[in-house]
């Protein structure tokens, strides 16, 4: 019997998942939902998009429903409220409100014996569990997280709310020798803008002020004030050519020591994406199998990545992975 998923949203994250579960053997896609107009929606299996209102009623038969919100303020609203229907996973990346989400979740999911796992990606998700179980085996240790290089789509966003902007692609770009420093083990003390550096690509209309929109962009609080940010103007052929890809990436590095002498250890978690949307859905179907699986169990409420055991994350069953990982 296979898992039935069904995907809120359908932008570059709900097509990698999309494409995630029609690679899983023991998945099957059933619908897909979105709150535009399904008409002018076309999938990349032939799935027919259906409206969300058939998801309010809490009929639909899916096992899981993964939702792929378009913004940070999307999913607060919508996975509380779609987890007391069904099983959910999202992607929700506020790190800040994690907590605040987490309880509205639970709440919600375990007043009808769902289950709702958050935060499920990368950064918040595959980094997360690196940085503990890191830090759990090198107490006293410390873990230092780099982004890129790589576009991100919020602030790629945020520039193009700008008056007078058309398209824009933002890199986070890593510092290279706070890298090779925290690499040697030096635990050095790095400050936002030792860390990262923002390099900005921005198509503007025609007649626009640059020197304004140049202004915006690095003045712009919790985005770019706090960076080394660098901003170019291009054409809209330039966009195309050399940036309509969604690559990211980044390293989580951990440096402590263990025993009487001091004897120093680097723990480094590495990823290298083509697609940031494409793996970030894949990490969610991963999550959607496990999901299904603990509330079979007779679980329910809200879970983090902390909280799932690694084998419910594979189609593999425990003797298959103990004779092949283990």
Request: glycine share 10%; charged share 25%.
């Amino acid at each position: 019997m296979k898992t039935k998923i069904g995907i809120l949203g359908y932008g570059n994250l709900g097509r990698g998942v999309e494409q995630a579960v029609l690679r899983s053997d023991d998945m099957e896609l059933v619908a897909v939902y979105s709150r535009r107009n399904p008409d002018s929606i076309k999938t990349v299996s032939g799935v027919q998009v259906v409206s969300t209102d058939v998801l309010s009623e809490g009929k639909e038969d899916i096992d899981v429903l993964v939702i792929c919100g378009g913004s940070a303020t999307d999913l607060p609203e919508m996975t509380p409220k779609y987890a007391a229907l069904y099983n959910v996973i999202d992607s929700f990346d506020t790190h800040a409100n994690i907590p605040q989400h987490f309880a509205n979740v639970d709440e919600a999911a375990k007043a009808t014996g769902k289950i709702g796992i958050i935060s499920c990606g990368w950064d918040p998700g595959m980094f997360s569990v690196n940085r503990l179980y890191s830090l759990s085996i090198l107490p006293g240790a410390k873990a230092y997280t780099f982004w890129g290089k790589g576009v991100s789509q919020g602030h790629s966003d945020a520039i193009r709310r700008i008056d007078g902007v058309k398209d824009a692609r933002q890199y986070t770009v890593p510092v290279e020798a706070a890298l090779e420093a925290v690499r040697a083990g030096k635990n050095p003390e790095l400050s936002t803008r030792e860390k990262h550096t923002r390099l900005c690509y921005v198509v503007a209309e025609e007649g626009a002020d640059l020197a304004r929109i140049e202004n915006e962009i690095k003045t712009m609080p919790n985005y770019f004030a706090d960076y080394d940010t660098t901003v170019n103007f291009i054409s809209e052929e330039e966009m195309q050519r050399d940036h309509s890809g969604l690559p990211h990436g980044g390293s989580v590095i951990t440096t402590g020591e263990t025993g009487s002498t001091g004897m120093k250890h680097v723990v480094e978690y590495k990823l290298t994406l083509d697609s940031n949307p494409e793996f970030t859905g894949s990490v969610l179907v991963a999550y959607a199998r496990a999901a299904y699986r603990m509330n079979q169990a007779g679980d329910s409420g809200a879970k983090t990545v902390f909280d799932i055991a690694p084998a419910l994350l594979s189609p593999l069953s425990g003797e298959e992975l103990r004779h092949s990982f283990l």
